[in-house]
């Protein structure tokens, strides 16, 4: 089949490679954002800056701050966020040569508070923004403390009532962007970081209960890897009553943020080693919180007259930056100058290699357990213990080598790979003579002096795996692109060592179309080789076992070995649907907040999953598109609609890019909840533009902006009953404001739906085009959702439905796992096929939406998105491949089941009939669902082999409407 990208992402282009050469510095930018600066601003899916934010910037990083502190109750992912950092990206020289943001922004917010809680909080009433010079610029902030769940009053604290902050307690933070240490002698050095004062003054006459001061670091869970919850170390809870100890909290002063999404940044956090440097995690739904801060020396709190100041570098770099890289830049930048009795005042470096096959999800942990190293305990400095090893690099996964600068003193390695045994390195072994001129083995200690290397040797983590070659065929002998999932049989979770691209997030892996080398740990597992819902799966159990042998010395030699060591899947459709495209309307690349995988991989997932269109609906900027693509043509296709060279059959002959973007509404005083997520489809190249409109405002007026620029264009709501705290969900936001319970209808004719552009124009905030009514595995908000689109239908208002995968980890939320099939003509799938139809059917709404069963349906030969006359007769077929449960199908008319089918399971044909229907005079709509009964559904009910091709997901499908005039 013919397989089309539609692509919306821009920063592509300047895909990171790590690098050491520095640009030239532009000047250093500190600004509040206006309608005239606009341009300023980073862009991206996660990017929440408006019209009256600050922005600091150079050619390097770039923060944005939110300025909206005119109201207490304002909410940006959380109460009183005024002047919490809401964008933190790199930046690069754009195409042109002109200094553009990379779009990186990795975070939801970074805040401050006090005592390591979430509820208590630091809120800022005014911002002052400084530019000083070219080389300086900085934010100033005042604020107060605020107590949101009454800790602080319970411990004594005046509060006021009216607005719960503390009395007698002024906060100022200061943000700088200026030239660093380095670079007095270098016009050139990057500055990538910036630096962050707060100062805590308690000017009343009784201590305050207050103990640290901290960043509070909001990001969407399982986006970072935390670099700070080291064992024994970090992460402990206060026990109830030792709110003042310190013990058990103690870290070196830098904590790092590494991303493990593919187009969001690093970062990390320096501290002068003056307090304690430590942290707390909270986690939420969907989010991960991370407190990062310094203990108060006191033990009764913040006495009168004094302050707690806390000094940090916010450090930023791209998400290719190495580990290593990044971990170097934190040992000599986290602080401005080196204590004498700081233990990074003298160091070494420290180096190993093994084999990183040897080890699939293998950690390691380096300590120091030289007594000569001391560490702050909020008090004091003290030295490390035997029983309590320090941990200068802690839990980072393994691979192939590692070198890293250290304080100089004795270390041990402890490393442990997938099911094996935990193993700990002090010493390493070396040749050498005695006195009587015999050779001996010597067991050395890892010892790091200053300014040298100490190497570690290569070490022996084990060889606990075996290889697998794998390869998908179909009948023909044609080699395939597929999806490989290998589950254990207790049901957990596996680790994957194999060839790129792989999926993060467990195992699942995307090989090449090629024999793939795969490596299994020891255990017992079911393997599954897919392409899609219309394929069968081939299903494979295989063991890796232990096998010891005798070699001819006599000596005890294990390997490892596996029950199959080759794997030919035949890749044949189960199911034969002539007529259509499937597309996914949701798909998260490394541009947004949930992707983890770059839009070129997700691209080979697509075709691994048989999708022929794919919507990158996850960027709000198309500028740069057009330059990337025409650039990679040879490999991505060409751009016109229809290519005149039909002779020659290449790859840019049966690839079609076109080009779409998405844009939220963030929250305002006017709206708290947002104004929803929506996004543009079937931009044609000669609408192109380098600045699409924004939701900036209100949505008529949006929608006024997007037709005026792009006529032909498409504009989809993106997951409109999503969780109201995402700020995304345009319906649930509505419901919110009307004061509406989350469960009820939206009624109609409501006073949002109604309301009209401000331009003057008839448009209303109901004149967008399509509705996603499938998110990922969001079955809530399917259902809810489904009850809105009902709600309109019976109005006389027909916005077709799409769905999307909304993937973001492809193990859980793999591409394509929710899909739409688009009617076309079938045959359609040669080369240079014109992308009009399947637009027009699109807009038209001839299509279903499905993660698995395939409904045909038709009404006096009319089907899903036209209008039929006098029949009353549905023509149903309702098909699944033997590996996906189809329980039932749920006839609606008129948003009333009319009737429920029991389906054959037993059959790949679970129904084919005409079903008569009793249909009254007048006009009436019909539509059918099919597959597991959401109502009644509880998360996590396996469904077989479905629920491993596809975790987290229940078998489900729906028609947009049949519409039936009746005489």
């Not at 009216?162 to 700088?176: P, R």
């Not at 990062?292 to 004094?306: I, N, R």
């Not at 009795?341 to 003298?346: H, T």
């Not at 009009?836 to 030969?861: D, H, L």
Request: aromatic share 12%; charged share 20%.
């Amino acid at each position: 089949m013919k397989k089309f990208i539609i692509l919306t992402f821009i920063s592509i282009f300047y895909f990171g490679c790590y690098r050491e050469t520095a640009l030239p510095l532009s000047p250093i930018v500190g600004t509040q954002i206006t309608t005239d600066n606009i341009e300023t601003m980073p862009s991206g899916v996660e990017a929440t800056g408006i019209v009256g934010d600050y922005t600091l910037f150079n050619n390097y990083v770039q923060l944005v701050v939110q300025g909206n502190t005119w109201s207490p109750n304002y909410c940006l992912y959380e109460p009183l966020s005024g002047g919490a950092i809401v964008d933190l990206a790199t930046r690069t020289t754009g195409y042109s040569q002109e200094q553009i943001s990379k779009n990186d922004d990795g975070i939801h917010l970074i805040r401050q508070g006090v005592n390591l809680s979430s509820q208590t909080v630091i809120g800022y009433h005014s911002i002052h923004v400084t530019q000083k010079d070219r080389d300086m610029a900085y934010l100033t902030m005042e604020g107060k403390v605020f107590d949101l769940d009454g800790s602080l009053s319970q411990s004594g604290a005046v509060v006021s009532p009216a607005d719960h902050s503390l009395q007698g307690v002024h906060v100022q933070t200061e943000i700088s962007l200026t030239p660093s240490r380095d670079i007095e002698n270098n016009d050139n050095a990057a500055v990538n970081f910036f630096k962050i004062t707060t100062v805590i003054s308690n000017t009343s006459q009784l201590t305050v209960p207050i103990y640290t001061v901290h960043d509070s670091v909001l990001l969407q869970k399982n986006t970072y890897d935390s670099f700070i919850p080291y064992p024994d170390w970090g992460f402990e809870k206060p026990r109830e009553g030792e709110r003042t100890s310190v013990t058990g909290d103690a870290y070196p002063p830098y904590v790092l943020f590494q991303s493990r999404q593919e187009n969001s940044a690093n970062m990390f956090f320096t501290s002068q080693l003056d307090g304690l440097f430590s942290a707390n995690r909270e986690s939420e739904m969907d989010s991960d919180r991370i407190m990062v801060g310094k203990f108060y020396t006191s033990q009764a709190g913040l006495a009168p007259g004094e302050q707690l100041t806390y000094i940090r570098e916010l450090h930023t770099y791209v998400s290719s930056t190495p580990p290593q890289a990044l971990y170097a830049r934190m040992v000599n930048y986290y602080q401005e100058s080196l204590k004498e009795d700081s233990i990074y005042k003298q160091t070494g470096t420290l180096g190993f290699v093994y084999n990183a096959n040897a080890s699939p999800g293998g950690e390691f942990i380096a300590e120091h357990i030289s007594p000569e190293i001391r560490w702050f305990d909020g008090k004091s400095f003290q030295p490390v213990s035997p029983e309590k090893p320090f941990p200068v690099w802690g839990s980072r996964k393994l691979s192939s080598s590692f070198t890293f600068e250290v304080p100089i003193g004795q270390y041990q390695l402890q490393a442990q790979a997938f099911q094996s045994n935990p193993v700990t390195f002090s010493y390493r072994e070396r040749t050498d003579i005695n006195e009587d001129g015999e050779e001996i083995v010597v067991e050395e200690p890892f010892y790091v002096k200053e300014d040298k290397f100490f190497n570690m040797g290569a070490l022996d983590i084990g060889e606990h795996h075996a290889s697998i070659a794998v390869s998908g065929e179909d009948d023909s002998g044609s080699r395939r692109l597929y999806r490989f999932t290998a589950q254990p049989t207790d049901g957990g979770n596996l680790p994957i060592v194999g060839p790129s691209p792989s999926g993060a997030g467990g195992n699942t892996l995307y090989p090449s179309e090629f024999v793939t080398q795969l490596f299994l740990p020891q255990g017992t597992f079911d393997i599954y080789i897919s392409h899609g819902p219309l394929f069968y799966v081939n299903t494979v159990p295989t063991t890796v076992s232990e096998i010891s042998e005798i070699n001819e010395y006599g000596e005890t030699q294990t390997s490892f070995s596996s029950s199959e060591s080759t794997i030919k899947a035949n890749l044949r459709p189960a199911i034969d649907l002539q007529g259509y495209f499937s597309a996914d309307f949701g798909i998260a690349t490394a541009y947004h907040e949930r992707g983890l995988n770059n839009p070129v991989n997700v691209t080979a997932f697509a075709e691994a999953e048989d999708l022929d269109v794919v919507f990158f609906v996850d960027t709000n900027k198309i500028s740069q598109t057009k330059t990337f693509l025409a650039g990679k043509s040879s490999i991505l296709g060409s751009f016109v609609k229809k290519d005149d060279d039909d002779d020659n059959i290449k790859l840019d002959d049966i690839i079609t890019p076109a080009f779409a973007y998405c844009t939220r509404g963030v929250p305002t005083e006017t709206y708290p909840y947002g104004k929803g997520s929506f996004a543009v489809l079937g931009i044609l190249e000669d609408d192109i533009s380098s600045n699409p409109p924004q939701l900036w405002g209100d949505p008529a007026d949006f929608y006024d902006q997007v037709k005026s620029t792009f006529p032909d264009s498409l504009i989809m709501v993106q997951n409109p009953r999503g969780p109201l705290e995402s700020q995304r969900a345009f319906f649930s936001a509505i419901a919110a404001m009307l004061g509406l319970n989350a469960n009820e209808t939206l009624p109609v004719d409501n006073a949002y739906f109604s309301r009209l552009s401000g331009s003057g124009s008839s448009t209303t905030w109901l004149d967008f085009d399509l509705i996603q009514i499938l998110d990922g595995n969001d079955y809530q908000g399917y259902l809810q959702t489904r009850a809105d689109w009902f709600n309109l239908l019976n109005a006389g208002i027909y916005k077709p439905i799409t769905g999307g995968s909304s993937v973001g980890s492809t193990a859980n939320l793999c591409v394509g796992a929710v899909r739409t099939f688009v009617a076309v003509t079938p045959g359609s799938e040669h080369k240079d096929y014109d992308m009009t139809e399947f637009w027009n059917s699109t807009r038209q709404g001839n299509m279903f939406v499905t993660n698995g069963p395939i409904i045909e349906a038709s009404i006096g030969g009319a089907t899903y998105g036209e209008t039929t006359q006098g029949s009353s007769s549905l023509e149903l077929k309702i098909q699944a491949a033997a590996w996906t449960p189809v329980q039932s199908a749920r006839i609606y008319v008129d948003g009333v089941l009319a009737q429920k089918l029991q389906l054959d399971a037993s059959q790949q044909v679970r129904f084919e009939g005409t079903i008569p229907l009793e249909l009254s005079a007048g006009s009436h709509w019909v539509v059918v669902e099919a597959g597991t009964e959401l109502e009644t559904y509880i998360p996590g009910t396996p469904a077989g082999t479905f629920s491993t091709v596809y975790r987290n997901h229940t078998p489900i499908a729906i028609t947009n409407p049949i519409f039936v005039n009746v005489n």
